[in-house]
């Protein structure tokens, strides 16, 4: 009130001081200078915009950027660098710009970026531009830059494309690429130029030979120094060396029969016999191995394993028993010839002591019951090993476990880089108050554990277990049946658990986990693509083991 005041009578003693005349003046040259200052340009422009963010797309050469809009902006430029951005830079002066929107195309939140390198960091601005007012100000990320996803232009590797000692590669026909590189391990083993390979880029293949039989490799392609896919392979296995190497036919089919004439002809201990690829074995009677022989059945790689759907075997004083790069199927015959559904690979009633059991690269399909059962006293298995092998059983309540023992004695049981679809299984493994030596669980993807009161391991109560500990880990357990809680792990044994992650549709119950253990907050199908179709290809970018967790073929790549 007293600053209104103090004005109102300041007018008052102005007005009286001056003539009329004047004020007329006064007043004229008021109106016509009524806005007559100047407006600093530099106000004189469009609003900058705020930048939302950006998301790298899966396909590795695109990104999605989104900013609010502002009053008065007809279009927006973008533009992208892998060297820095600030105001002092003009637009596409540096080496790596890209610019968006110079066509006036831009007009509206979200825009997606083309044509990027993939895992590439680059530094992003934008401006708002207007025919009728002066652009904006240069608007900048947060954090002033973003990361574009890896690219993968490898198409799958299909058995037919390897062998022992080479691979084939296929990758998206006439694509921007200069060059290839096949590495073991961290090393460089083979790298080929693309630049002036012209076959090779317009066709998207190229045949690498000169590689080591059975070992991981990892593909890399690149243009120039971006890498646009990385792959991994392993070569096939080399036929096994034995004092008898015995090459199946096509026509030829395992038997007792043909196995005492395989067996005869050993003047060693150790046989192997190699199976055409794409041949099945079916056989209705038990196969009886010969005591004091070590066997090898071994599938020669090629577009499809050969198939053994044999009734059981029957072990004796076996110093090795393994089985190499062959689908085991349950999709047998009996006695007769008839269709029949096996329980067990191995079902031994008989005593007998055998050194090494193993399972490498194998398929293991349908078993109604077990895959390896002991029954009676008087049997132990030293060791057991699964190696590198997919694993699925039939939907029946009535069945056992993976390893199931009654009365006899496992020794070291080893899991390694399989996975487990254990529908129907009751659980891994199995020892009804009798001590193993050890179970060490490493590199597995575990799938669809029972829910009806079984645990995943169980030596019937807490009295036994396997004396050298429990060990798991990098390994993944996905889903129990039926939505409803399994139970984790009855028995004495230490349980030390590195890298084990569970999703939330894997419930447990009773005897859990000692172990630590990594919560995934998301469902089996949110982390993997399809594992009701066999499918546990990891697709989460929010899993924090994409990278090391889980049967490592279905791992991301970095």
Known sequence: FSSRRRHTR?????????????????????????????????????????????TPEDIGTEATLEFKTVKGAEYYLIEVSKDTLYNDIEMGSTATSIIYGEDKSIKESPYTM????????????????????????WSYLSDYSF???????????????????????????????????????????????????????????????????QTNYTAKIYKDNVVRGTIGFTTFAAVPSADLVYRMTADENLSNELLAEITAQCEGTSITIAMPAGTTNKYGEALELVDGYSYTFFGIAGEKKPVIAISTITLKNNALIKFQNVELNADGINAEGTAKTNEYIINQSAAAVVDNITFEDCDIIGFKNSIVRIQS??????????????????????SYYVLHNKNGKFGEVEYNNTTFDCTGYRGLFY?????????????????????????????KSTNNGATNGIIINNTIFAKVQDASAAKGIRSNSVQTFDNVWTTNDF????????????????????????????????????????????????????
């Open 431 to 459: 020892s009804e108050n009798k001590d193993c030596t050890s179970i060490n669980i490493t590199d597995c993807t575990i799938y669809n554990i029972p829910a009806s009161g079984q645990y995943v391991i169980d030596f």
């Open 10 to 54: 300041y007018i008052g003693d102005w007005s009286s001081d001056v003539c009329s005349s004047d004020l007329t003046t006064i007043a004229a040259t008021s109106c016509d200078n009524a806005n007559d200052w100047t407006v600093d340009a530099a106000h004189n422009r469009l609003f900058s915009c705020d930048l939302s963010g950006v």
């Open 507 to 558: 419930k447990l119950t009773g005897n859990q986990f000692s172990g630590t253990v990594t919560a995934f907050d998301g469902t089996s199908t949110d982390l993997f693509e399809n594992p009701a179709a066999g499918d546990f290809t990891i697709k989460s970018y929010n899993f924090g083991g994409r990278l090391n967790a889980g049967a490592i073929k279905w791992r991301m790549a970095e």
């Open 114 to 137: 083309t044509g990027l390198d993939s895992s590439t960091k680059y530094y992003l601005r934008l401006k708002a531009m207007s025919g009728n007012t002066p652009e904006s100000k």
């Open 377 to 398: 006293s008087g049997i132990e298995f030293k060791k057991v090993v699964f190696n590198g092998c997919y694993i699925k059983g039939q939907n029946l309540a009535s």
């Open 147 to 213: 990361k574009t996803k890896s690219e993968q232009i490898f198409e799958e590797i299909s058995t037919a494309d390897l062998t022992e000692n080479s691979v084939v590669l296929h990758w998206l026909a006439n694509a921007e690429v200069t060059k290839l590189e096949i590495l073991k391990g961290e090393e460089v083993k083979v790298t080929k130029d693309l630049t002036n390979d012209n076959e090779a880029v317009t066709n998207g293949t190229i045949t690498i030979d000169g590689l080591e039989a």
